[in-house]
């Protein structure tokens, strides 16, 4: 794999070749990490870190990535750098470029983090947009390899909202050749366009993909059953109309009887108990679920020493 310079903005701008190897190299320094070796693959590079919305494990993990790569992080919160309002978005771009070694941004419209990469120098991550999650899904594939050892034979469902989360999960799963089901209520669906870009990568890799409305429907016969906040960073105002809509789309205990035997939960976290999980869901898979997220540490190295 040499994907040195490029942006990380999309899962599907990459083969499965390339995550292969990403995920490879987040278990080794994973593994070099517990065995105390070690791996300043980027020493003394500097990452910019762009947040016009909130975070914790996405501030924390990449900035605490960074310093084990032997660099160090800039962070910029939005009431610092007011993104695309101060200046434009190229100017910001073409600035960070001479400071910095690789930006990384987490914003609203997919496209900001599109006209960055255009005018940035150095190579872009994007750490969530309203469109894609891509570091997110790439440190829930590795949590899917080290539970299962492949990603052969495995359905991944998801029920919930068609958002960010659902549009890279499906990326992923489409790539590595897992088959997903999403199911959502009707007008919540993922990204249309995004849908058809998967349904022809998933000829070459052997995945099934399917949208439906019956949340049963998809979790049958599911190895790994994954879900999201009903209303994300930005729809807040929105929370209790969606609360109504998405009521039958809960992961909890009933749904999970549909699920295949020992099947894994996954949430990206932020978690909503009694929303889109249950309490006793969510803590009956905490383990997973918080290995799930110590990998976002290990999958963003990975990006970062590969890229940078
Ligand atoms: N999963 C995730 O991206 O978490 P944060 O929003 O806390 O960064
Ligand atoms: N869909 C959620 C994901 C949070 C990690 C959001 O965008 O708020």
């Given at each position: 794999?040499?994907?040195?310079?490029?942006?990380?903005?999309?899962?599907?701008?990459?083969?499965?070749?390339?995550?292969?190897?990403?995920?490879?190299?987040?278990?080794?320094?994973?593994?070099?990490?517990?065995?105390?070796?070690?791996?300043?693959?980027?020493?003394?590079?500097?990452?910019?870190?762009?947040?016009?919305?909130?975070?914790?494990?996405?501030?924390?993990?990449?900035?605490?990535?960074?310093?084990?790569?032997?660099?160090?992080?800039?962070?910029?919160?939005?009431?610092?750098?007011?993104?695309?309002?101060?200046?434009?978005?190229?100017?910001?771009?073409?600035?960070?470029?001479?400071?910095?070694?690789?930006?990384?941004?987490?914003?609203?419209?997919?496209?900001?983090?599109?006209?960055?990469?255009?005018?940035?120098?150095?190579?872009?991550?994007?750490?969530?947009?309203?469109?894609?999650?891509?570091?997110?899904?790439?440190?829930?594939?590795?949590?899917?390899?080290?539970?299962?050892?492949?990603?052969?034979?495995?359905?991944?469902?998801?029920?919930?909202?068609?958002?960010?989360?659902?549009?890279?999960?499906?990326?992923?799963?489409?790539?590595?050749g897992i088959d997903v089901s999403i199911a959502c209520p009707e007008g919540f669906e993922p990204d249309l366009d995004l849908i058809w870009k998967c349904k022809d990568i998933s000829?070459?890799?052997?995945?099934?993909?399917?949208?439906?409305?019956?949340?049963?429907?998809?979790?049958?016969?599911?190895?790994?059953?994954?879900?999201?906040?009903?209303?994300?960073?930005?729809?807040?105002?929105?929370?209790?109309?969606?609360?109504?809509?998405?009521?039958?789309?809960?992961?909890?205990?009933?749904?999970?009887?549909?699920?295949?035997?020992?099947?894994?939960?996954?949430?990206?976290?932020?978690?909503?108990?009694?929303?889109?999980?249950?309490?006793?869901?969510?803590?009956?898979?905490?383990?997973?679920?918080?290995?799930?997220?110590?990998?976002?540490?290990?999958?963003?190295?990975?990006?970062?020493?590969?890229?940078?």
């Amino acid at each position: 794999m040499n994907i040195k310079g490029r942006d990380f903005l999309t899962l599907i701008d990459f083969d499965n070749k390339d995550i292969n190897s990403l995920i490879e190299l987040a278990q080794k320094l994973k593994q070099e990490k517990k065995d105390g070796k070690p791996h300043h693959l980027l020493k003394d590079k500097t990452l910019a870190m762009v947040f016009a919305k909130p975070s914790l494990r996405t501030r924390v993990s990449f900035e605490v990535g960074i310093q084990q790569l032997g660099g160090n992080a800039v962070v910029l919160k939005q009431d610092e750098i007011i993104l695309g309002q101060r200046e434009t978005i190229s100017d910001t771009a073409r600035v960070l470029s001479r400071y910095a070694d690789g930006i990384m941004i987490r914003t609203f419209a997919h496209n900001d983090a599109v006209e960055l990469a255009k005018y940035s120098d150095v190579p872009v991550i994007n750490a969530l947009t309203d469109f894609t999650h891509p570091c997110q899904v790439l440190a829930d594939l590795l949590t899917v390899k080290e539970k299962f050892g492949s990603f052969d034979n495995l359905k991944l469902a998801y029920a919930g909202d068609g958002n960010n989360m659902a549009n890279s999960l499906l990326a992923g799963c489409a790539i590595m050749g897992i088959d997903v089901s999403i199911a959502c209520p009707e007008g919540f669906e993922p990204d249309l366009d995004l849908i058809w870009k998967c349904k022809d990568i998933s000829i070459g890799s052997g995945a099934k993909i399917e949208v439906v409305q019956i949340p049963s429907e998809a979790v049958e016969g599911a190895n790994i059953v994954y879900t999201d906040v009903w209303a994300s960073m930005g729809q807040e105002k929105e929370a209790e109309k969606r609360r109504k809509i998405f009521k039958n789309f809960q992961v909890n205990e009933k749904l999970m009887k549909k699920a295949a035997q020992n099947a894994i939960v996954l949430h990206c976290l932020p978690a909503h108990r009694g929303e889109e999980i249950t309490e006793e869901t969510l803590e009956k898979h905490a383990n997973t679920i918080f290995e799930q997220a110590e990998n976002r540490l290990h999958a963003q190295k990975a990006v970062m020493a590969s890229i940078m």
